[in-house]
């Protein structure tokens, strides 16, 4: 065998040990990537249900007394009854209700004249803009709903007033877990890639270690690939665990094939390694490049990838930033993979933004692995 | 040197472009088969020396070869041929003795035939065998520092290089590494070792002795000590306080240096000087002045021009304190334990007042962990620490107003000025007004720190951090004083201006307690406690101890000749019988 491939698979096996007898290690690489898709999966659902609103029932005729059973009936809301608009002001205030539906005394009168106009009031708590939108705009569906049912028991056709037939394509049933949790999984590898990584060189040259190696013939590509691939494979073992927990527990599909994800998950590792051996050189101190890795890798990955937050909505300066974030490609990959299938064409230029990514972050992160020490 | 190894031509480097350089217009060489000490205290240039051999930083001026080859340049022929240990050893201490030995063996490239050759002889040498399936990070400090040594031996390297390869480590393991070492000078090897005690210089073949980044000596140990041949003294039989004694010697035209040991008082005396009557320095009707043998210290002192005078500015400042003969410093079996190990084991001792009480043993054997639960900085597992009769982890501010402490490494806020670090110390201590105003001014002239008063503390240089370390602990006048490893790794004049100061206040009926791992440093000490593997092994003055092994082997032993010989006598010889020692030295 070559020395210098003995040496390269000494530092890999070296590595490898440290990362079994780490517990911080185990700690990121496995038990992490668990905690954070759960989380992902169970917390940051957007799709809204049971909202708590108050229904103010100022008529008591049987029409108004029917709306409300509607009210009642959807899931969406949690509805309680009053007969006056004071009695929810202070849970309004407190946040304890979103919203008021109020139906005024004038109600079946305003009814009984039918026109466009909704004859009920709806308020909502503009404290929290989205779930605001939400009660206006359910509210709306549930008087809809309620007029076409009236309509049709009393054998009329009830005009809606502008006619949607919405038709959603890949992710049918609007499920945002569907494109959430594939979007988790490009955090996951973020956080093992350059987390796990940032602090490993930092700690060769906090505890001696890295200079003693240096006064060895180990050159600086095997120190470098002796960590890289370790590494990558907690991280490879990191993303099987996310996948299963993905599918298995929250039942999303996956309509793309095992091999492209690997492919894909591939590349972006490598950009995620390069960034944290970037840093841990550059830092040469765990502290630092713990902070440094969180800032450089995971706020921007959170942030910019389109995970939670749509690019396309930011402005300019912020969208361009965005393209240096390989997470971003590595979101965009995966919810094609997920949503859609195989799609080559999709997939294939996303994975040449990471490829140029990796290739400059891990040109860095070899140039700054020193031979010296100053 | 014709056969020289390593030869270095006026090198020059800088870290930083205001700091002083590290190195400055350095010329030497190494040669092979013998060990050549680099000894200087800290900041004089060893470590970036060594680094400089390794190849591991290119030197600004000058030129440094290796074997021959340029070693910023061609560092992997240098790295081919070297062995070399960093401080902290270059350990990976989730590996084990024998992982660690396997990986520096395929890094080096070490034929697999000869492996299991080469593990058994590097093995056998540093009687590590037993150990081969244990953690680095759960090894004594000396058989950390062996195995340090077995990795950067691994391949028989025809150059070794050790960086500061005792610091810490306990006596006898410091022994059996000379040991190791000789047997490979022998064998051919180059070895150079790196070391802030100026007692190793003596047991080196050669010595380049460092100061300041500058080349102070080079040449066999010897030379220099020859330097103060028939200059040094030793005033023996002294009635009453050694201290004044030696205080008043110094204060002599013509004695160029004065140290403290055990009973006796030390001097160097200048060129052609006559030595003081000891009637005249108040030694005593019987005190005499007989010739003692020099030490590498005593020349390297005299070189530098002599050590500082005796009189204490700060002691004079302050007021002498009410006499009471109770004991100031109580431990009454003291023990801590972490988890399952016991770091500190049944440990009692009494301190009168106007004591110089000593703690010392190697580290990770407890010293700090005492100390600690004596300033009432660690809650004892069981037994009790009183200071005044009060134990300080329940005592109210009052009572800790009365004692002063210097933490290790001079705990100083590094990004405040040095006006700033008093400033806050005074006000920690609750002087107010016009006090603390006395104070603080009383600190920047006694220990001459005027023109660094607007330096920020971590980029002082060691001497002045030292004595800004003491000013923050003794501003407010405490009458007991905590020095944990005071004067670790400073050069001799600043160690034995700080040791006037000590003395000083302890004329005043200021009592100390003392950590360290110095054994000159101990010497200084009324008396001390022997701490070794959390225990305890022996308490008396530095004589009686000394006294107490005297034997035909050894007809003078030194204190470290006490200490190693009072460790084997309690049965825990090294050879790593106790459990994992170390986190909490």
């Known amino acids: 065998m070559p020395p210098a491939l003995r040496r390269l698979l000494a530092i890999m096996v070296k590595e490898g040990l440290q990362i079994v007898r780490d517990p911080s290690s185990i700690l990121i690489g496995f038990i992490l990537p668990v905690f954070l898709t759960l989380l992902s999966g169970f917390a940051t659902n957007l799709d809204i249900k049971g909202v708590p609103i108050g229904l103010v029932l100022e008529d008591a005729s049987p029409e108004a007394q029917s709306l409300a059973a509607s009210f009642l009936a959807t899931t969406a809301f949690k509805t309680r009854v009053g007969r006056d608009r004071r009695e929810f002001a202070e849970d309004m205030v407190s946040g304890r209700v979103r919203g008021m539906v109020v139906i005024p005394q004038t109600f079946s009168r305003d009814l009984a004249q039918a026109d466009e106009s909704v004859p009920f009031q709806v308020i909502a708590d503009g404290g929290e803009p989205n779930t605001a939108t939400f009660v206006q705009n359910y509210a709306q569906g549930v008087w809809f709903a309620w007029m076409e049912t009236r309509a049709r028991e009393g054998g009329r056709e009830f005009a809606m007033p502008v006619n949607l037939l919405p038709r959603t394509w890949f992710n049918e049933e609007l499920l945002s877990l569907a494109s959430l949790l594939p979007g988790g999984m490009a955090i996951n590898l973020t956080l093992i890639g350059a987390l796990l990584t940032a602090l490993v060189v930092a700690r060769e040259w906090e505890r001696g270690t890295m200079e003693a190696m240096l006064a060895t013939p180990v050159g600086r590509f095997e120190m470098l690939a002796g960590k890289i691939v370790p590494y990558f494979l907690l991280g490879m073992g990191a993303l099987f665990i996310c996948l299963w927990i993905t599918l298995a527990v929250f039942g999303i599909p996956f309509r793309g094939s095992i091999p492209a994800l690997m492919a894909v998950s591939a590349v972006f590792l490598l950009s995620a390694l390069g960034l944290g051996l970037f840093i841990s050189s550059a830092a040469k101190n765990q502290f630092v490049a713990a902070q440094s890795s969180i800032l450089a890798a995971f706020l921007p990955a959170y942030f910019l990838s389109g995970y939670v937050f749509e690019p396309s909505g930011m402005p300019l300066p912020i969208r361009i930033l965005s393209h240096a974030i390989a997470a971003r490609y590595y979101v965009s990959c995966l919810k094609t993979l997920f949503l859609v299938g195989d799609e080559w064409s999709l997939l294939l230029p996303n994975m040449g933004g990471m490829a140029i990514i990796a290739c400059v972050l891990l040109g860095l992160a070899l140039k700054k692995t020193a031979r010296r020490i100053a | ?585």
């Open chain 2, 1 to 585: 040197m014709s056969d020289a190894l390593v030869r270095a031509e006026g090198l020059v480097k800088r870290f930083g472009r205001a700091a002083p350089p590290a190195l400055d217009g350095v010329t030497a060489e190494i040669g092979a088969g013998m060990v050549t000490g680099l000894v200087g205290p800290d900041g004089a240039g060893k470590t970036t020396l060594i680094r400089l051999m390794a190849g591991l930083l290119a030197p600004e001026e000058g030129g440094i070869t290796v074997f021959g080859f340029d070693a910023a340049r061609e560092s992997d022929a240098v790295h081919e041929r070297i062995g070399y240990m960093p401080q902290k050893f270059g350990l990976y201490e989730d590996l084990s003795v024998a992982e660690n030995l396997r990986l520096y063996a395929e890094v080096r490239g070490l034929p697999a035939a000869e492996r299991a050759a080469a593990f058994a002889r590097l093995l056998g040498f540093t009687g590590l065998a037993p150990f081969t399936a244990r953690l680095a990070g759960r090894l004594s400090g000396g058989m950390k520092q062996k195995l340090g040594l077995a990795c950067a031996m691994i391949r028989r390297p025809q150059l070794l290089l050790l960086d500061e390869p005792s610091v810490g480590v306990d006596p006898l393991s410091r022994r059996e590494l000379w040991r190791m070492v000789r047997e490979l000078a022998e064998e051919g090897i180059g070895v150079v070792w790196s070391t802030a005690y100026l007692d190793e210089a003596e047991g080196c073949d050669r010595v380049l002795l460092l100061s300041e980044g500058r080349l102070l000596f080079s040449g066999p140990p010897a030379e220099l000590t020859g330097r103060v041949r028939g200059r040094v003294v030793q005033v023996r039989g002294i009635a009453g306080g050694r201290r004044a004694v030696l205080r008043r010697a110094l204060g002599k035209p013509g004695v160029l240096d004065g140290v403290i040991q055990g009973r006796h008082v030390r001097l160097v005396l200048g060129a052609d000087a006559q030595p003081p009557v000891p009637q005249e320095i108040g030694a005593g009707p019987e005190a005499v002045v007989v010739p003692a043998p020099p030490r590498f210290e005593d020349a390297f002192v005299d070189v530098l021009g002599g050590g500082p005078g005796g009189v204490s500015v700060l002691a004079g400042r302050m007021e002498g304190k009410a006499r009471s003969a109770a004991h100031v410093i109580e431990a009454r079996g003291l023990t801590k334990t972490f988890g399952g190990f016991t770091a500190a084991r049944e440990i009692t001792f009494a301190i009168p007042q106007g004591e110089i009480f000593g703690l010392l043993g190697p580290n990770g054997a407890g010293k700090s962990t005492t100390f600690k639960m004596m300033c009432g900085l660690l809650t004892p597992s069981s037994g009790q620490a009183l200071v005044d009769g009060v134990s300080l982890l329940e005592a109210p501010g009052l009572a800790r107003a009365r004692i002063g402490y210097m933490a290790q490494k001079f705990s100083l806020y590094g990004t405040l000025s040095v006006r700033q670090n008093l400033d806050f110390f005074s006000g920690v201590y609750g002087l107010t007004g016009a006090r603390r105003k006395a104070a603080v001014d009383g600190m920047i002239e006694t220990f001459a720190l005027g023109p660094h008063l607007s330096a920020s503390a971590d980029i002082l240089p060691l001497g002045f951090k030292q004595r800004l370390a003491l000013a923050c602990a003794v501003m407010h006048e405490p009458a007991v004083l905590f020095l944990d490893e005071p004067t670790s790794g400073v050069d001799p004049i600043t160690r034995r201006e700080f040791w006037t100061h000590i003395n000083g206040m302890v004329e005043k009926g200021v009592t100390i307690m003392v950590t360290t791992h110095f054994m000159d440093e101990a010497e200084y000490c009324d008396r001390i406690a022997l701490v070794f593997r959390g225990r305890v092994i022996a308490i008396g003055s530095p004589d009686d101890l000394k006294e107490g092994v005297r034997g035909e082997a050894l007809p003078d032993p030194s204190l470290e000749d006490a200490f190693v010989a009072l460790v084997e006598r309690d049965g825990n010889g090294d050879g790593g019988k106790s459990a994992a020692p170390g986190e909490a030295a």
